[in-house]
Nanobody
């Protein structure tokens, strides 16, 4: 019933910018941490950035200073502003959210978006 809908991916030239959005909807009681992961062809999925419900952030070293994660709790949405994009940023980006459902289930689990392709190429 809970789903994450991502948007904002696409093709961009090196040095360009993209802004990814991920909106959670459904039987949501609360959302704890939210984050973005990415997976390039032939590589393992890696954490790009994460943000807690209180606003604390964590970034992969490879994106520090270039990417910014933020969230709008009223919209149940997390964003990833990506600046100064490099070809090595090319990957499928996945939204992740730790969500507690409404009672009687009232369980906490991770949900994932379908992924959005980000391609950085000239």
């Amino acid at each position: 019933q809970v789903q994450l809908v991502e948007s904002g991916g696409g093709l961009v030239q090196p040095g360009g910018s993209l802004r990814l959005s991920c909106a959670a909807s459904g039987s949501i009681f609360s959302i704890n941490a939210m984050g973005w992961y990415r997976q390039a062809p032939g590589k393992q999925r890696e954490l790009v950035a994460a943000i807690t419900s209180g606003g604390s952030t964590n970034y992969a070293d490879s994106v520090k200073g270039r990417f910014t994660i933020s969230r709008d709790n009223g919209k149940n949405t997390v964003y990833l502003q990506m600046n100064s994009l490099k070809p090595e940023d090319t990957a499928v980006y996945y939204c992740n959210a730790e969500i507690r459902s409404y009672p009687p289930d009232y369980y906490l689990r991770d949900y994932w978006g379908q992924g959005t392709q980000v391609t950085v190429s000239s």
